[in-house]
């Protein structure tokens, strides 16, 4: 089993990064050096925190051996021997081999910081840039990062003048390396608290109200308010877009460039827009009166990142708006289901993506009940207890674990309790428990952050270029300081705990920080106290009601302008059930039509070219009248499809706003009568 759990554990992490970015990026749509990029950051990033339980359990070993071999032999009974000499030193199940695990940090640890502080905020730029070629793109993006690059070489300078002053200090390449380390991992570090404060409470508190069906669903009634807001904005934004487009296209000169044609901009373009931008291109008038204003080459370029930012967020509000709605209905059918004594779940609308037969035949519409009305609260309460039971362990060791002597830190203890038996199974399970729980606490508010519509990670391969490499980033740039937490909260790191023992194989490549004593002595043990802090204002939502004050709407229960969302949002989604209801009944009633009178016109048609073809001969007087008995029948099958659609209502009726909303009354399509305008001969022939 030597080095086998580390192949295992490589392998997995490979396909969990492989899945996650499936999920949030679209693998066809974009830039495969993007993909690979992304995949190569979240990959490292996860690999670190999979791997570092199996260094710890290895280091233990080898301090065993360490003891054992450098225990004094007993003489005279002067001497009393240390326990690790008369214990056997029993090698773990995942023992990795003495001089790979170094290899293995050194290669994954530089990799992710060559990837975080260089190569990504360079793709970063690259894929937001508007260029129309690859020379243009890296000339902007060298452009945008000259100021980015220069802060870092600002900050290293100052890290690197004070060594240079102080007199203790010989610059030496270990210690520059270590400085750089430092400053990377401080700036992580602060980071890393904050994100770690909002998580630990957020994360218990969304399961405990995952548990409460009527909280569900008036937030999500909320986000449908919002996010039909932000659709409306999203299409009108392109249609501007759309609109500046179509101008420069037609009144380019004869000199434009080839590669500004409407090649370069239309196949980012949603299918109907396309097609009214071809049938509006005479719409402009005046373009004798614009023909000198020319579009540059500058303006072109802003176009162009103007356009792939309105179609992926068109795209992305679209998308989005149909799962929302998805969510919404379900969450309508777990409220009417929970009153239900057949105790079977009953839809209101068929899933549209066809399901797995197998899913099928265990998860019945009885157990579908069980577990939506009477199982998964439960549950949910029950997870959100044990959550908050390990986000209050954490703080408290975070706030003690730089006390020694006694042990405060129960993450500390429960490692050393374990190390005195050599139960290495419970110390990995232990370690791979603490530092998966921390990640799901920062990671998970990485995936849930949104800076406007710069950075927002969509799910359903919604998320645009850009944010998928921001992200990248900051899993980078959070894992090696959260990984050093963990070790300082478990007392594996020789800075925290003060022995004189061997350290881990990670905690060597990050090199001693004694070198900054400031930074090792007081940033890094007092400064992740202030997650007591966070978790305090995270709890009584201290940063929802500053962005609710600053009008950003957020989801609080005793607010006005919460209740007005909503409201609107609950009828939002009756208005969309409505329609989906009237499609399903449209649907039917065609299929029994064509069930009911397909038939007859098939055969009605093929009566209709036997008679043509029978009476070629004849001249043109004496066919008139068998070809006017013949399409009596078809005549009569029409009626009955005018009757059928009169009878229907219409895709937009809505009996009970009809006389509300003056949009749907005037808008031309829809009389009291129920009948639409089309059917009605007198109406369509007045003007003639």
């Given amino acids: 089993m030597s080095g086998a759990a580390l192949g295992l554990e490589i392998v997995f992490v490979f396909f969990l990064a492989l899945f996650l970015l499936h999920r949030y990026g679209d693998f066809k749509k974009q830039h495969r050096l993007v993909i690979v990029a992304t995949l190569l950051a979240w990959y490292l990033c996860f690999l670190i925190v999979f791997i570092l339980p199996l260094d710890v359990s290895t280091t233990i070993y080898n301090r065993c051996k360490l003891a054992v071999n450098s225990s004094p032999v007993e003489s005279n009974g002067s001497y009393v021997t240390l ?35 260089i190569l990504l905020p360079f793709m970063q730029s690259y894929a937001r840039s508007g260029g129309f070629s690859i020379t243009g793109k890296i000339k902007t993006a060298l452009i945008e990062n000259a100021i980015y690059y220069g802060t870092y070489l600002l900050i290293f300078g100052a890290f690197l003048i004070y060594v240079a002053v102080n007199p203790k200090f010989n610059l030496q390449w270990n210690q ?7 400053a990377a991992n401080t700036w992580g570090l602060f ?31 909320f986000k449908a308010a919002k996010l039909m807001t932000e659709k409306a904005d999203a299409e ?36 109907e827009y396309q097609e009214r931008m071809g049938r ?61 004594a057949t105790r079977q779940f009953v839809h209101t609308f068929q899933s549209q993506e066809p399901e797995n037969k197998i899913v099928q035949y265990f998860y019945t519409p009885t157990v579908e009940w069980y577990w939506e009305c009477l199982l998964r609260p439960w549950f949910y309460r029950v997870l959100a207890v044990v959550l908050a039971t390990f986000s209050v362990i954490v703080v408290w060791s975070e706030c003690t674990f730089f006390s020694t002597n006694p042990v405060l ?46 950075y927002y990670l969509a799910s359903h391969h919604q998320t645009d270029a850009y944010s998928l490499l921001f992200s990248g980033m900051l899993f980078c740039r959070l894992t ?129 070219v036997h008679t043509e073809q029978k009476e070629s001969s004849f001249s043109e007087t004496n066919t008139n009248r068998p070809l006017s008995k013949y399409t009596r029948s078809n005549g009569r099958t029409e009626r009955d499809r005018i009757e059928l659609l009169q009878d229907a209502e219409p895709l937009d009726f809505n009996a009970d706003s009809i006389n509300d909303d003056p949009l749907e009354s005037d808008s031309g399509r829809y009389q009291p009568g129920g009948r639409y305008l089309s059917m009605s001969r007198s109406v369509i022939f007045d003007d003639v």
């Fill in 83 to 117: 326990a690790p000499s008369k214990q056997k030193c029993f090698k773990p199940w995942s023992y990795i081999p003495d001089g790979i695990m170094p290899i293995f940090w050194r290669v994954v640890y530089w990799t992710s910081q060559f990837l975080t502080w």
């Fill in 176 to 182: 520059l390396q270590t400085i750089g380390i430092a």
């Fill in 191 to 221: 980071l890393l608290v904050l994100l770690l404060g909002y998580g630990l409470v957020e994360i218990p508190r969304s399961h405990w109200n995952g548990a409460k069906r009527g909280y569900l669903l008036m937030k999500t009634y």
């Fill in 236 to 271: 009108e934004n392109l249609e501007d877009v759309m609109e500046v487009l179509r101008f420069i296209l037609e009144v380019k000169p004869l000199g434009f460039p080839a590669s500004f044609s409407q090649i370069s901009f239309s196949y980012q373009c949603p299918t």
């Fill in 280 to 340: 509006n291109m005479d719409d402009y008038e005046d373009f004798e009166e614009r023909q000198n204003s020319y579009p540059s080459e500058k303006s072109l370029v802003k176009l162009h990142k103007q356009v792939i930012y309105s179609v992926q967020r068109h795209r992305r509000t679209q998308v989005q708006w149909q799962i929302l709605l998805e969510q919404a209905f379900y969450l309508e059918d777990v409220a009417k289901n929970e009153t239900s």
């Fill in 409 to 454: 830190s129960l993450f500390a203890v429960f490692i050393q309790l374990a190390e005195k038996t050599y139960n290495y199974i419970y110390i990995e399970m232990a370690c791979f428990l603490t530092i998966f729980f921390l990640s799901i606490c920062v990671y998970s508010t990485v995936f849930r952050i949104r800076v406007f519509n710069y």
């Fill in 480 to 608: 090696p300081p959260l990984c050093l937490n963990f070790l300082g909260l478990t007392h594996m790191d020789a800075t925290i705990s003060h022995r004189d023992a061997q350290p881990t194989a990670y905690t060597s490549i990050m090199g001693s920080m004694r070198v900054l004593s400031f930074i090792a002595d007081g940033f890094y043990i007092y400064y992740p106290m202030l997650v007591v802090i966070l978790c305090i204002a995270t709890y009584f939502s201290l940063g929802t009601r500053c962005l609710n004050l600053l009008g950003f709407q957020q989801f609080m229960g005793d607010s006005e302008m919460t209740s007005d969302l909503i409201d609107e949002g609950k009828e939002l989604i009756r208005r969309e059930k409505r329609k989906r209801q009237r499609q399903e009944e449209g649907e039917n009633r065609r299929r029994e039509w064509k069930e009911r009178y397909g038939n007859r016109e098939d055969s009605t048609r093929n009566r209709v």
